[in-house]
């Protein structure tokens, strides 16, 4: 009984190994079914390499410091505040001023705002602008506010 040796089990050393390929097999099928299935897509960064002016469209005092103060809490970037040429926009609207219109329609989801439009300037200051109209109660902003 002492001259027999034990069998080495073939299966011990390779026995994880099979997680080396599959993890990474399982990583990469989660990403493309996430991508596929469009999920995540809404998703905007709060924070990021874009830049907005807003702008009073209604005329009520100190409607665009606290939309200001409104948008910066939850991370967006305001450069510019100031009036719009007229004071009778009845609902708000998002402005694209350099050609990028996934990104407008993005942040007019993030807030709410229903009306996007394309206005491409030679050298804009900012990326958007978002006037603020006589709907401003309806913004998802305002609702957060009240929250």
Known sequence: MAGKKKKKSKRGSRGYSWMLWALPLLIMAASMAIRIMGMGKEELP????YQLEVLNGTGEKNLVKNTTRQLRRIGMDVLLEGNAEEFDFGRSVIIDRRGNPELAERVARRLGCEVVIQQIQENPKVDLTFIVGDD????????????
């Not at 709060?46 to 390499?49: K, L, Q």
């Not at 401003?136 to 929250?147: F, H, S, V």
Request: charged residues 55%.
């Open 46 to 49: 709060e924070t990021g390499n």
């Open 136 to 147: 401003k109660e309806e913004l998802d902003i305002a609702k957060q506010d009240r929250d």
